[in-house]
């Protein structure tokens, strides 16, 4: 099992309230979860009208599909003309790097 993870750091284009804001990225993130079954919310920006970071996570049985999942997703978002990418950022997290990550190791003196 692997989880994908893409952050999304964008910059809206003219916006000049909160809800004008909601306005552009509800549609954004409805429009991800809908067409690539992956989870997805605005998670940060929040008090910013022209900033939005968009989160998306997905998970699957390869680390490929994982990367054509969010591949996709970026591109969706690239496409949007009210919409401007100044970052993304991806991970990757296997069963076993989680696995690793739940049971710390313990050092004995």
Excluded at 3 to 31: M, Q
Aim: aromatic fraction near 2%; hydrophobic fraction near 45%.
């Amino acid at each position: 099992m692997w989880i994908g993870s893409l952050t999304l750091d964008i910059l809206l284009g003219d916006i000049h309230s909160l809800k004008e804001k909601r306005s552009v990225v509800r549609p954004v993130v409805a429009e991800l979860r809908r067409r690539f079954a992956v989870s997805a919310a605005e998670t940060g920006g929040l008090d910013l009208h022209r900033r939005v970071e968009i989160g998306v996570a997905v998970v699957a049985a390869d680390r490929a599909h994982c990367a054509e999942v969010l591949g996709a997703c970026e591109e969706l978002v690239a496409r949007r003309p009210e919409l401007e990418i100044l970052s993304a950022r991806v991970r990757y997290l296997s069963e076993d790097d989680a696995d690793d990550m739940a049971r710390p190791e313990v050092i004995s003196p």
